[in-house]
């Protein structure tokens, strides 16, 4: 069984403070997701990558696929009380053609 | 709105009582699944489907069955409910897999409860 391993499991910071958040695995991933959920609600989809070493910017949201793609990273600039939430990534392997989820960062952003 | 919609949304049983979550998608989306989200695991698939009368175990079908005789429903049924299967559910439904870069849109989960 693939794992994506994600850290910290759990974050508690002040708004405007800046964070980084892991996803890391053994395996290669053809694509990476990911998604953030809120409580009470399903998980929604903030990017892909696709490319080794890409980074996507989504506002104060920078995601980065490792060289490797077996591991990414989010990056929060500035944090606000919105963001708070479950982060999962979310990879794609290809020999077994489905979609793994990480084991998930909760976020806790205080005002 | 397009959309992925869960019933129930909360439910508590007990042990060997047979239950149907059902789900249902706008989307005409040819792929389905169902995960359990349990706390430190992250998301796990339970069944998929490719399109209609095309299923196929995930990670964790022990102990659930679906169906898939429409495109837009795709009910997870629970023949003999027990307390490991206590858990949050979530479906969810895509274009299809395309790489794993399609879009997975998830119902808004049903908390289950076995006793």
């Known amino acids: 069984t693939q794992l994506l391993e994600q850290s910290p499991q759990f974050l508690s910071i002040q708004e405007g403070e800046n964070l980084t958040v892991y996803c890391n695995s053994s395996s290669v991933f053809s694509s990476l997701q990911w998604y953030r959920q809120e409580p009470g609600e399903g998980p929604v989809l903030l990017v892909t990558?696709?490319?080794?070493?890409e980074v996507k910017k989504l506002k104060r949201l920078t995601f980065q696929f490792g060289d490797a793609r077996k591991d990414s990273s989010l990056h929060i600039t500035a944090a606000q009380p919105g963001d708070t939430g479950l982060y999962l990534c979310?990879?794609?392997?290809?020999?077994?053609?489905?979609?793994?989820f990480g084991t998930g960062t909760r976020l806790l952003v205080s005002p | 709105e397009a959309q992925v919609t869960q019933n129930p949304r909360y439910l508590i049983t007990v042990t060997g009582k047979k239950l149907t979550v059902t789900c249902s998608q706008n989307?005409?989306?040819?792929?389905m699944s169902w995960y359990r989200q349990d706390p430190g695991l992250g998301l796990r698939q339970i069944y998929y489907?490719?399109?209609?009368?095309?299923?196929d175990k995930g990670d964790v079908p022990e102990g659930y069955k679906v169906s898939r005789k429409e495109k837009r429903n795709f009910p997870l049924i629970l023949e003999s409910p027990s307390p490991n299967q206590t858990s949050l559910y979530f479906c969810?439904?895509?274009?299809?897999?395309?790489?794993?870069?399609?879009?997975?849109?998830f119902g808004p989960g049903t908390r289950l409860t076995v006793t």
């Open positions: 990558v696709v490319t080794g070493g």
């Open positions: 489907s490719m399109n209609v009368e095309v299923t």
């Open positions: 979310a990879g794609w392997n290809t020999g077994f053609q489905k979609l793994v």
């Open positions: 969810a439904s895509s274009v299809g897999l395309a790489g794993g870069i399609a879009e997975q849109y």
């Open positions: 989307m005409n989306h040819e792929y």
